[in-house]
């Protein structure tokens, strides 16, 4: 009896053992059915793209930690992946999150090197170069003043610099190119320029009113019309420091120049170095035949003014007169002045800088003076010129004044000079003692 007993619960035993094992069979088969091909698809790009990826800082790598964030990404897309009864849903995620990351990664690839032209960036500096060794520094005409050399070179090298750099963009080389020009300009407004043929007069001011430019237009110093008080020019110490070396004008006294042809030339230039010790809007400081041929003057707020007369190509006479524009001048400092005129166009410059270009005249010849009038430096006329007539043409009055400042170094050419000439003019002038 016990063994029947035995035997049936063996049998009960391993029915329900049996019914467990088939019982799990039946919870397997409940995982669902799923796709792998595009997760693995996106796992094996992914894991490609990050294994041929370098991590630097040049074009076409990855800056750290690129990588190790994309490797993470694909670790995690992995575990998903194996997960146990993994969903079709958990999967898309999991791609769609991997793909998101993959973006952000090739978002961080640093770019490749644009293309661009070298040509004219390697001809402007090999151009520049070449200008430059060849160059010499000196105060003779055709050399550069001293400086000027270094100055280029850095210029050169700045250039050089940019056409070296790593992913140079073709903006940055044509930026280049711009500046070496720019810098050329400004080596070539260094060069002393022999203009001696052109010269017509130079009066140094050095201790009197002979004119150095060897043609004989030598000033004699006068006193001014007794009604500023006759005063003569006195000799001052000038922009450099040295003791009479230049002239003060103060009362009227005055250099009179014998006036001839040479000075109404049909174009023009006048340059001074002048130092104002007071405003005045009749402020003369050289004149032929004031408003009659051309007269040279300071007017109110400081202003360089010139004024022109002349007969139009038809025939009928006109008087131009226009000022500096912007271009002032403070008190009791040296300023290089300048003037260039001739039918239909004047241009000022201060200290070599072109300040006001005016061309709203028509062209024309400039009248002579009268015979009887010479050109005067340092006040709007001859004292001698003046008269007490009424109605005078020359008669006497406040605004025919005479300069309140200190003049020197005063250049007439019957040229135009050139932006370039004026401002090397400055630059030589600036820093020398002409004797």
């Not at 070298?118 to 550069?144: L, P």
């Not at 930026?175 to 020009?181: F, K, M, Q, R, S």
Request: charged share 25%.
């Amino acid at each position: 009896m016990q063994k029947k007993l035995l035997f049936t619960g063996l049998i009960l035993l391993t029915i329900f053992s049996i019914a467990i094992v088939f019982e799990s069979c039946k919870k397997e088969e409940k995982c669902p059915e799923v796709d792998y091909t595009a997760i693995d698809k996106t796992i094996d790009n992914a894991q490609q793209w990050h294994d041929i990826a370098i991590e630097g800082t040049g074009p076409g790598e990855y800056p750290p930690p690129a990588k190790n964030d994309l490797q993470e990404a694909i670790d995690a897309t992995k575990s998903v992946r194996t997960k146990n009864c993994v969903t079709q849903q958990e999967l898309d995620n999991a791609e769609d999150a991997l793909l998101n990351s993959s973006d952000y990664f090739d978002s961080k690839r640093i770019p490749d090197c644009p293309k661009v032209d070298y040509t004219e960036i390697d001809q402007a500096i090999a151009n520049a170069q070449q200008i430059h060794d060849n160059a010499v520094e000196g105060s003779e005409h055709g050399e550069y003043l001293p400086g000027a050399k270094a100055d280029f070179q850095q210029a050169i090298n700045s250039a050089q610099t940019i056409r070296d750099k790593d992913c140079v963009t073709q903006q940055e080389l044509n930026y280049a190119v711009v500046a070496l020009d720019n810098a050329l300009d400004v080596f070539e407004s260094k060069k002393i320029i022999d203009l001696t043929g052109n010269l017509i007069a130079h009066w140094l001011f050095n201790g009197d009113g002979a004119d150095a430019s060897g043609n004989g237009h030598d000033g004699t110093a006068s006193a001014g019309h007794p009604e500023w008080g006759g005063g003569m020019p006195e000799l001052a110490e000038d922009r450099h420091g040295n003791a009479d070396y230049c002239y003060k004008f103060v009362d009227g006294g005055n250099f009179v120049v014998a006036n001839g042809p040479a000075f109404t030339p049909p174009e023009l230039t006048i340059s001074v170095w002048m130092k104002l010790y007071e405003t005045w809007e009749h402020s003369y400081f050289i004149s032929n035949d004031i408003w009659n041929t051309w007269k040279f003057q300071v007017q109110d707020l400081n202003k360089p003014f010139f004024t022109a007369h002349y007969k139009k190509d038809d025939g009928d006479p006109a008087w131009i007169d226009h000022d500096s524009g912007n271009g002032t001048l403070d008190l009791e400092e040296w300023y290089q002045v300048v003037v260039t005129y001739t039918g239909g166009k004047m241009i000022f410059y201060i200290n070599g800088e072109k300040v006001q270009t005016w061309d709203d005249f028509p062209p024309g010849t400039l009248y002579p003076p009268n015979p009887a009038v010479d050109l005067c430096i340092g006040q709007a006329l001859p004292t001698g010129v003046y008269t007490d007539i009424p109605d005078d043409p020359y008669e006497w009055k406040e605004w025919l004044g005479y300069f309140k400042g200190y003049l020197d170094d005063m250049r007439f050419y019957n040229v135009i000079l050139t932006d370039v000439q004026v401002k090397a003019l400055y630059d030589y002038e600036n820093v020398t003692t002409i004797e």
